[in-house]
């Protein structure tokens, strides 16, 4: 029992001076990762709510136009995105007019254009049975303006994400005042 008490008075009395200090260098490296990885993920976050917000704008604007639009017209759409998200990297706009074809029970393109020298992305007739189910049901004869943006995201510090992110959207709109957006 002697030997018990001998012990615990021992433990008791143990010296513990140095043990904040090492605990403080142990940890900090990972409370700084935490605090530069929130920084990233937040500015993450805002780019990619930024970037929603200016393709529905976008599309809104787009659904508002009453007379023939032209291809500078959507070049000046993608300026109108960028200046919106403050675009810091790469980003560029697809715009597509589709109908629904009720004979032959399909969507079909009007026409479609690419941004910022991604003409060569235009949408094709083949692609809509791959987003066949993002797109509302239409009746026929009925259009839809598809506005789908794309966005580079390269994040600030090195926190374990890639290095640069690809953000897209997909916001369909009906046209408003007219029963379609003209191209010329």
Avoid: C
């Avoid at 704008?57 to 500078?72: E, F, H, K, P, W």
């Avoid at 303006?145 to 992110?165: D, K, Q, R």
Wanted: aromatic share 14%.
């Amino acid at each position: 029992m002697r030997a018990l008490v001998r012990a615990l008075r021992r433990f008791a009395l143990r010296e513990e001076a140095g043990s904040v200090s090492v605990e403080a260098v142990v940890i900090m490296p990972l409370l700084l990762w935490w605090y530069v990885a929130s920084f990233v993920f937040f500015d993450g976050f805002k780019q990619y709510s930024m970037n929603v917000k200016a393709a529905y704008t976008v599309g809104d604007m787009l659904s508002r136009q009453t007379d023939a639009i032209n291809d500078a017209y959507l070049e000046g759409m993608s300026d109108i995105f960028d200046y919106l998200t403050q675009q810091r990297n790469d980003s560029w706009l697809r715009v597509t007019q589709i109908y629904w074809q009720g004979s032959r029970d399909r969507y079909r393109i009007d026409w479609s254009y690419g941004t910022d020298g991604h003409n060569d992305a235009r949408l094709t007739n083949g692609d809509l049975d791959d987003i066949a189910e993002r797109l509302p049901t239409l009746v026929n004869g009925e259009r839809i303006i598809l506005v789908e943006s794309f966005t580079t995201y390269a994040p600030t510090f090195n926190v374990g994400l890639e290095a640069e992110l690809l953000f897209s959207n997909f916001v369909v709109t009906s046209p408003r005042y007219a029963p379609q957006l003209a191209k010329n």
